[in-house]
């Protein structure tokens, strides 16, 4: 299996922007998060789905975030309109049970 | 989740064990202990868990005390490449997610 995949890897866009994140999940994973990273708040889960049904997303930080899984396969982060405070690391992950899976994540710059 | 203490840092000589200690005195019965690390730059990778019993894989091993208030993962043979943010994490069994905490920043030095 090529693990969780990503995309894109980097993603520089200004102020006011759409900004999409993709995830691809291990196959046979029933459960999947998004992770975003910075400096001054490390690693914090923003939702998580299981059997493609969001089940806890009171880590979104605002309705300008919003994250859909529409099948087993696929998953996205939407940011809309973005701003300089969303820069940082996004990670998916996935899992079956509580080991979870991460991606190489997205490094989303916001100018 | 459980609260974890870890310590900040942690240095270690390549080639020597690394001991990384976890305080989770409000653990409960049927909470398990799970370790992570961070290397820069990637995600976070599973290293082991454990309930009760020591438990040993091709990454490590996890010795967790009688009463389970606190455990520590061992790297026998630590290389520079294990240079990384360890997590220690106890995620309620009640939900999937993994809450993180600051970890401990292990450097291996040549």
């Known amino acids: 299996d090529a693990g969780v995949i990503q995309s894109p890897r980097h993603e520089v866009t200004e102020m006011g922007q759409e900004v999409t994140l993709r995830c691809k999940p291990i196959s046979g994973h029933n459960s999947l998060f998004w992770y975003r990273q910075t400096m001054m708040r490390g690693l914090e889960l923003l939702i998580y789905f299981n059997n493609n049904v969001p089940i806890d997303d009171s880590g979104m930080p605002e309705d300008r975030f919003s994250a859909k899984m529409p099948n087993a396969s696929f998953s996205t982060l939407k940011i809309q309109p973005s701003e300089p405070r969303d820069s940082a690391v996004y990670f998916c992950?996935?899992?079956?049970?509580?080991?979870?899976?991460f991606g190489p994540g997205t490094r989303l710059t916001v100018t | 989740d459980a609260k974890t203490t870890q310590p900040t840092s942690m240095d270690c000589a390549e080639g020597r064990a690394a001991n990384l200690p976890c305080n989770h005195s409000t653990i409960s019965g049927n909470e398990y202990v799970y370790w992570y690390r961070q290397i820069h730059s990637q995600g976070p990778q599973y290293i082991i868990h454990g309930l009760k019993n020591n438990e040993t894989n091709e990454m490590a091993s996890l010795i967790i005390t009688e009463d389970r208030k606190s455990s520590t993962l061992i790297l026998p043979h630590a290389t520079l490449r294990d240079t990384a943010v360890y997590y220690c994490?106890?995620?309620?069994?009640?939900?999937?997610?993994?809450?993180f905490g600051t970890g401990t920043r292990l450097q291996v030095f040549p």
């Open positions: 992950a996935s899992s079956h049970g509580n080991e979870q899976y």
């Open positions: 994490i106890v995620p309620s069994p009640r939900a999937d997610k993994l809450i």
